[in-house]
């Protein structure tokens, strides 16, 4: 992906079993709602990037509760993808939880 016209974000997960299963299909299912060439993730820095559209490689990040996730996109759209995204790892994956 190349840097120009590239859109950056992070956002911390926050739900209880982080960014698996369940949350994973709800992130893929929103990334791939739009027409933007590339949205990739990672956790660390030393992660690779990944296709956000991909639930199998979403999920082998294994991202914990807590942990940074790092969202990049580029196209058309990238902004309103980007934004998109952090609005559902805030929102906890739009899941209700019980304590």
């Given at each position: 992906?190349?840097?120009?016209?590239?859109?950056?974000?992070?956002?911390?997960?926050?739900?209880?079993?982080?960014?698996?299963?369940?949350?994973?299909?709800?992130?893929?299912?929103?990334?791939?709602?739009?027409?933007?060439?590339?949205?990739?993730?990672?956790?660390?820095?030393?992660?690779?990037?990944v296709d956000a559209k991909s639930i199998v490689r979403v999920m082998a990040l294994k991202l914990r509760t807590g942990a940074v996730l790092q969202i990049r996109a580029s196209g058309a759209?990238?902004?309103?993808?980007?934004?998109?995204?952090?609005?559902?790892?805030?929102?906890?994956?739009?899941?209700?939880?019980?304590?």
């Amino acid at each position: 992906m190349s840097d120009k016209d590239t859109v950056t974000a992070t956002a911390t997960i926050g739900h209880p079993v982080g960014l698996h299963a369940r949350p994973a299909i709800a992130f893929t299912k929103l990334a791939k709602t739009f027409k933007t060439v590339d949205i990739e993730i990672r956790g660390q820095d030393d992660q690779p990037w990944v296709d956000a559209k991909s639930i199998v490689r979403v999920m082998a990040l294994k991202l914990r509760t807590g942990a940074v996730l790092q969202i990049r996109a580029s196209g058309a759209d990238a902004e309103a993808a980007i934004d998109a995204l952090k609005g559902l790892v805030a929102r906890d994956f739009d899941e209700d939880h019980v304590d």
